[in-house]
């Protein structure tokens, strides 16, 4: 049972448009939502995270967006740069139990110059 | 450099045989988890300590599969008989979290890739 679906796969942006990630999710319990960030060869960094009280977190370049009504959250990066190409992951868990993270399958980002 | 170590980077091995990898967290990190990655999906939860106790293992850990953390500090993994499925690269990660949870960051290391020939 896949319980965050992300999308899309992959996406293609230039440098300087924003590119946005969206993921969903089933289980209502979950109340920690983590997006993690992998370049390849290397384990996921954690880039920000968001609990369902709140409906926007910035940190930097980097903004969550989420509705809880809709189970839904997105990753919006302002001012996309190159080095910024990696595979970004959203993930959620349940605070007061174990904590283990369920991860969506994944988008693949190329930011173009 | 203190993050979190994982020990070999790259395993080859032929089916059928035995491997260990080794973790070993942020010091002072209480929480210990693996999961698995296989190519182009995210990691999946495979088991996680508290402290030097085992308190949940996935149904992914088949009896296959064997997890210690003898003294609370590095964990190993250790994966028996091994079939060309268990090909997937091998997560670690370790989070501070006090007795009633408060969801702190989960740091991840940079895995073992295993390759089954």
């Known amino acids: 049972q896949q319980q965050v679906k992300q999308s899309p796969q992959s996406l293609i942006v230039q440098k300087g448009g924003i590119p946005i990630i969206n993921c969903a999710y089933e289980?209502?319990?979950?109340?920690?939502f983590p997006w993690y960030q992998q370049f390849p060869g290397k384990g996921p960094a954690l880039l920000i995270a968001?609990?369902?009280?709140?409906s926007e977190k910035k940190e930097g370049r980097f903004t969550i967006s989420f509705n809880k009504s809709a189970k839904q959250f997105s990753l919006h990066i302002m001012d996309s740069q190159p080095g910024d190409s990696a595979t970004y992951f959203c993930?959620?868990?349940?605070?007061?139990?174990?904590?283990?993270?369920?991860f969506g399958t994944g988008t693949r980002l190329t930011i173009i110059p | 450099d203190t993050g979190v170590s994982q020990d070999p980077r790259h395993k080859i091995t032929k089916r059928g045989q035995n491997v260990t990898f080794r973790c070993d967290p942020i010091?002072?990190?209480?929480?210990l988890y693996w999961y698995r990655q296989t190519l182009g999906q995210g990691p999946e939860f495979l088991t996680y300590?508290?402290?030097?106790?085992?308190?949940?293992k996935s149904r992914l850990l088949s009896d296959r599969f064997s997890a210690e953390r003898p003294k609370g500090s590095f964990s190993t993994l250790e994966i028996q008989r091994t079939e060309q499925g268990d090909s997937a690269m091998y997560l670690c990660?370790?989070?501070?979290?006090?007795?009633?949870?408060?969801?702190?960051?989960?740091?991840f290391g940079d895995g073992t890739r295993l390759s089954i020939l």
């Open positions: 300590f508290q402290n030097e106790a085992q308190l949940e």
């Open positions: 990660a370790s989070s501070s979290n006090t007795r009633g949870g408060s969801n702190q960051p989960q740091h």
């Open positions: 968001i609990r369902p009280d709140v």
């Open positions: 993930a959620a868990s349940i605070t007061f139990g174990n904590e283990k993270l369920t």
């Open positions: 289980n209502t319990a979950f109340d920690y």
């Open positions: 010091s002072e990190h209480n929480r």
